[in-house]
């Protein structure tokens, strides 16, 4: 008899609730959209619904590999850990644990294991070698809003369900389902706005599947959102537009921005956005009048030069029309987890550049140095080099700029270990493989998305298959790990980890006079917590202590894990509410509009308004696929999910492009198939990324039949943000020509 188990899926940020069906053999069979979820409602997309295929895929890693004679075998559980330990301890023994690199992919940001125990292996090694996806994707918003917050993890929010108006820049929610913004059924938030009178604007180069359902849709060059948001803020002050509503006691350095938006009049940038100073009026006079209004950037306001500067912009613009931290406006999450609030108080404030990069200087933003920068730490020889890498959930041969130059370092490290279900371009370079579960068979909570909802709630899945005898999950796999590296041998008890982290929060709880356990005993709430696995005894405890949690019992009504195992539909926490002052810990105090390094970067842009560079290259993404990983599967390629060069008819003409073109950039060349589309705009090209799955040593035979080329290897990873260290992405020079 088959049956069905509810479970969250865990493939991009939307976190939509399935029902999974599991059939006779003990396998998922089937998986729908759970209309009775209380964040999503039913809401299901291609990917989810391939959950069964993605779960069952035969390519999936079942064993630990080790490497043997040169050759990647497969391997018991026991022998992978002590050739995890062997390897790592060498290296550390050697040179210290500070030689150790550990770069975390991006579904870090969706297992328990990636929120729980990534950090603790980071800490246990002491290593500045910590490289992320954050730095190929949304460490601008950290930077911005850490700046004028106080706080890297306060992201702004777009209200979907209530905003008037509504602008999405350089993000593609109706493929992509949103980002930064953790929205089930974005689509159709967007068009529910429509419905209810309210107004989309999408500005993007290319007229994505979002700008078709748009009231008006700009299309500026890339990278140069920044001096459009500076024009949008000119007119807003030069037209007397600026309405700081309730927050005006609670802002400061407004006449700093003022002073550094002079110098870009919408007349000044219009040519080089590529669009009127009329549109850029409009836009302004009407995110003024609106009821209210949010500006929503993503990735294309975010790898780009100006990263840092546009992700500052897009708040600054949300802020100064009054929108930010009011319903229909731009708003703080309150995750369940980030511990009960406080009351408001200065704090240290956020900087970057604590340290820097050995061989390029490059400065540390949130304790990460740049994905580009680990090659050349890892290939530059001299104190400090890199002589072992962790990879945990990250495929950055693919991901990150100049794969191919990356791929030689990863051979040539003293030794690799790598966290991950898949033999891929990354991973083929590891000593040793440790390969989690498969989704069905890991339990979920969303600790990370959850403070990035657009409407509180709290879901837990617990695992629907269990665990074949002997086979560790990830949270077991990441705890083992720390313990080798701290030295304690691959055979120490992981649970140590669990009931470490849990005595020192514990302990810092009891002591704060402002927490809901203050002045209690530590052992009386370690008490409190379930019996068993070690992450649901962290995430009872981090619910318990959080902003709807049950204190440990102060408020019965509140959260606990074991209230989320009886409402598995989740538990639906209402709409964002204010949270200025209580969110704020910046030195001031204030939401401090013109931080220092972020105005000393304004001369850079204005400097780059006459640059006149040719062919600028973008991404884009596939509705049926995920960055590098899905590949593999029948169900999610083939049709429209292709690694094609998107040019305009008109530049596709001027060049004699027909079928194949040579693109060039900084870091290389390559062939590619040409898809001549008015979609996008004149002068500029598209390649999606994820693809090139011709690497030799890989095992994921799907998606070596379609392999597609490597869009990163045209990228040298020079050109970067320099505030966040993100790479550019988005906007990269390149010459384009016909092949053959
Ligand atoms: N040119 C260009 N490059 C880009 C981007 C772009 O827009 N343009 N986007 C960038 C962005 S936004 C991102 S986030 C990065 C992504 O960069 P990465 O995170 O480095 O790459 P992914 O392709 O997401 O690889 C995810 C890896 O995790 C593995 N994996 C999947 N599920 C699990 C799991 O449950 N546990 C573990 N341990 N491993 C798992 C997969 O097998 C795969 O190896 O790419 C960036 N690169
Ligand atoms: N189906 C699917 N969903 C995904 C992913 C996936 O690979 N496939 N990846 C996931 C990940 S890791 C992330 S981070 C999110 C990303 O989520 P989104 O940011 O929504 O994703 P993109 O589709 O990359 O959208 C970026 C848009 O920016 C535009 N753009 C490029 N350069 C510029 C510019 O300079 N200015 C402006 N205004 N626009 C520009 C591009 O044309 C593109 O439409 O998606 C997530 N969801
Ligand atoms: S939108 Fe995202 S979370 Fe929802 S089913 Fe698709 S991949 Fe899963
Ligand atoms: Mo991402």
Not at 94 to 99: A, E
Not at 123 to 145: E, F, I, N, W
Not at 199 to 215: F, M, S
Not at 653 to 658: D, S, T, V
Request: aromatic share 4%; proline share 9%.
């Amino acid at each position: 008899m088959s049956r069905t188990a509810l479970r969250i899926c865990p493939f991009c940020e939307a976190t939509c609730g399935m029902v999974l069906t599991i059939d006779d053999n003990e396998r998922v069979s089937s998986a729908r959209g759970d209309r009775d979820d209380v964040f999503s409602h039913g809401f299901i997309c291609p990917k989810g619904a391939s959950f069964p295929e993605l779960d069952n895929d035969p390519d999936r890693l079942q064993k630990p590999l080790v490497r043997r004679d040169g050759e990647l075998v497969e391997t018991s559980w026991a022998e992978a850990f002590a050739a995890t330990a062997e390897g790592l301890q060498r290296v550390i023994a050697d040179t210290g644990g500070s030689s150790v690199a550990v770069y975390l992919g991006n579904p870090n940001a969706h297992t328990i294991a990636g929120s729980l125990y990534g950090p603790v292996v980071i800490k246990s090694l002491g290593t500045r070698q910590v490289y992320s996806a954050s730095t190929l994707d949304q460490m601008p918003k950290h930077v911005s809003c850490g700046y004028l917050f106080g706080n890297p993890l306060a992201f702004t929010l777009p209200d979907l369900d209530r905003t008037d108006y509504l602008v999405v820049m350089g993000a593609n929610p109706l493929v992509s389902n949103g980002s930064l913004a953790t929205a089930a059924d974005f689509p159709g938030k967007l068009k529910a706005l429509r419905r209810r009178g309210g107004t989309l604007v999408v500005i993007d180069p290319n007229r994505t599947r979002t700008a078709e359902l748009a009231d008006r849709h700009l299309a500026p060059r890339p990278g140069t959102d920044a001096a459009l948001l500076f024009a949008v803020t000119h007119v807003l002050f030069d037209e007397d537009l600026v309405d700081l509503g309730r927050l005006a006691e609670h802002v400061s350095g407004l006449e700093r921005v003022r002073a550094a938006a002079q110098d870009f009049p919408p007349e000044a940038v219009a040519e080089h956005c590529g669009v009127t100073a009329d549109e850029i009026r409009t836009l302004a006079r009407e995110l003024a009048a609106a009821p209210s209004a949010a500006v929503y950037g993503r990735i294309g306001t975010s790898t780009v030069e100006f990263g840092t500067l546009t992700s500052w912009l897009v708040d600054v613009v949300n802020i100064l029309t009054g929108n930010l931290d009011r319903p229909g406006g731009v708003m703080f999450a309150s995750s369940p987890i980030a511990g009960a609030p406080r009351p408001p108080r200065p704090g240290r404030g956020f900087t970057t550049g604590r340290w820097r990069s050995r061989v390029s200087g490059h400065p540390e933003a949130l304790s990460e140095l740049p994905a580009v920068a680990l090659a050349e730490e890892i290939e530059t020889p001299g104190d400090g080099q890199v002589r072992a890498m962790i990879t945990i959930a990250g495929n950055p041969v693919l991901s990150a700029p100049d794969g191919a130059r990356l791929s030689d370092a990863l051979d040539g490290v003293g030794f690799m270990v790598s966290v991950d279900p898949y033999l891929n371009e990354t991973t083929r370079h590891a000593d040793v493989i440790l390969p989690p579960p498969s989704p069905s068979r890991t339990a979920h909570y969303d600790l990370a998305l959850s403070g990035a909802a657009v409407r509180n709630n709290a879901r837990y899945s617990p695992p629907v298959l269990p665990l074949p005898e002997g086979r560790p999950d990830e949270c077991e796999i990441l705890a083992r790990l720390a313990l080798i590296v701290l030295g304690m041998g691959p055979d120490a008890d992981p649970t140590l980890v669990d009931e470490q982290v849990i005595a020192t929060t514990l302990g810092k709880e009891v002591a704060d006079e402002h927490s809901p356990v203050a002045g209690r005993s530590v052992e009386e709430l370690t008490a409190m917590l379930p019996e068993g696995r070690g992450y649901e005894r962290r995430l009872d405890m981090m619910l318990r202590l959080g902003p709807f949690g049950d204190g440990f019992g102060a408020k019965p009504d509140g959260l606990t894990l074991q209230r989320l195992k009886h409402t598995p539909h989740g538990v639906d926490l209402g709409a964002l509410t204010p949270r200025i002052p209580e969110i704020l810990r910046t030195p001031s105090g204030t939401i401090e509009l013109d931080p220092e390094p972020i105005l000393a970067d304004v001369p850079r842009l204005h400097a780059a308004l006459t640059s006149e560079p040719g062919f600028l290259l973008i991404g884009r993404r596939h509705l049926r696929s995920n960055n590098s990983w899905m590949h593999n599967l029948p169900a999610l390629s083939g049709g429209t999910n292709r690694c094609t060069l998107q040019i305009h008819p008109d530049d596709a003409a001027r060049l004699g492009l027909e079928e194949m073109a040579i693109v060039t950039g900084p870091g290389g060349k390559l062939e590619v198939p040409v898809e001549i589309t008015d979609a996008i705009r004149p002068g500029v090209v598209s390649l999606p990324h994820g693809w090139g799955h011709s690497e030799p040593g890989t095992r994921m035979r799907i998606a070596a039949q379609h392999p597609g080329v490597n869009v990163n290897n045209l990228n040298d990873g020079t050109l970067l943000d320099p505030l966040s260290g993100t790479a550019v992405l988005n906007a990269l020079p390149v010459e384009v020509a016909p092949a053959g």
